[in-house]
């Protein structure tokens, strides 16, 4: 499985973007999370391609919807009213399921390089 992430940029605070993630191959679930010097890395939204699943974490959820074009094998992430702390490189990532109270069921078999994201006044 090979995914590259687009769709990185800066903007103010409010801001929005939206990543893309075109990914070859195939996989069961698939989502984002996000690292950048100082912080952890921290996963952000999953969504699982059986059964629907989708996971937020506390710190995107209201904000950030993680979507899936299946014709396009593309999975997206609309980001709204970003806040300076969500500066980070953004990677999508898959993994054998999505949980909604957990996310990640093994942790991510699969990533690629990441998207920057600047969000400062």
């Known amino acids: 499985v090979q995914l590259q992430a687009s769709g990185g940029g800066s903007v103010h605070p409010g801001g929005s973007l939206r990543l893309s993630c075109a990914v070859s191959g195939g996989y069961k679930a698939i989502g984002w999370f996000r690292e950048g010097p100082g912080r952890q890395r921290e996963q952000l939204s999953c969504?699982?391609?059986?059964?629907?699943?989708?996971y937020y974490a506390g710190s995107v959820k209201g904000r950030f919807t993680i979507s899936r074009d299946k014709a396009k094998n593309t999975v997206y992430l609309q980001m709204n009213n970003l806040k300076p702390e969500d500066t980070a490189e953004y990677h999508c990532?898959?993994?054998?399921?999505?949980?909604?109270?957990?996310?990640?069921?093994?942790?991510?078999?699969?990533w690629g390089k990441g998207t920057l994201v600047t969000v400062s006044s």
């Open positions: 969504i699982d391609t059986r059964d629907g699943a989708i």
């Open positions: 990532a898959t993994d054998e399921g999505c949980d909604t109270d957990y996310g990640f069921i093994e942790g991510m078999n699969y």
